[in-house]
C-alpha cells in the first residue's frame, strides 16, 4: 500500500480522523444537554438504549439516522507532501424526549437551538444548525404503562476535511507535436 502519490498504490487519510461513531455521539450528547438542561446523564444514544432507557423522569435519546454527503469534494490547501480533501455533510439527527416533562422539553430545545449563542456553541463544535421537522407525539407501552414520547428530526451541517500524500504537479515533461 502507498500512501503518498509518488508511488502507485491505494492513498488513505493522514493524520486525525473527524468525528464519527461515539466520538460524534459525545459531541452531539453534550450539546443536547446544553440547550435542553437535562443533566448529561439524561441524554443516550440510541444505540446505547439496548441497555435500558436511562434511570430519570425525563430523558433524551438521539441517533444519527443519516448523512448525507455533498458529490463535489473540493481538494484544498496543497503543500509539499499533501492537499486537504473538504465534502460537506447534511447530518439528520432524530431526538426523542419522554417523561412527564417530554413536551415542554422539547420544545425548549428547539426554541433553544435558535437563539445565537446557543447557535454560536455549536459552530465551536464544527456543526451549524440547518432546521427541523414537526415535533411529533408517539404513543407506546413501557413496562406495560402506555406512555408518550416526543420526537423530532433536525438537519445539522458540517464540513469534513480529510488530508491525503497528494504530490503538488511541480514539474512535468511537456512534449509538443508539431506534425512534421
Known sequence: MSNSSNTP?????????????AALDALLAGWIAGVSALAQEAIVAQ????????????SCTFA?????????????????????????????????????????????????VLVSQNQAQLQALG??????????????????????????TLRLFRTVVREYGVMPLTQAPVIFFTGE
Open 127 to 152: 456543526f451549524t444548525f440547518g432546521g427541523h421537522e414537526a415535533l411529533k407525539c408517539v404513543f407506546e407501552t413501557i413496562n406495560n404503562q402506555p406512555a408518550k414520547r416526543y420526537d423530532v
Open 47 to 58: 444505540a446505547q438504549v439496548l441497555s435500558g432507557l436511562p434511570e430519570v423522569e425525563n
Open 64 to 112: 444519527v439516522t443519516e448523512i448525507g454527503r455533498d458529490l463535489n469534494p473540493a481538494f484544498t490547501k496543497q503543500g509539499n507532501e499533501s492537499a486537504s480533501l473538504r465534502r460537506g455533510e447534511t447530518l439528520s439527527c432524530c431526538l426523542t424526549f419522554r417523561g412527564p416533562q417530554g413536551q415542554q422539553l422539547a420544545a425548549r430545545f428547539l426554541d433553544g
Open 9 to 21: 498504490g491505494w492513498l488513505t487519510p493522514l493524520g486525525a480522523e473527524p468525528a464519527y461513531d
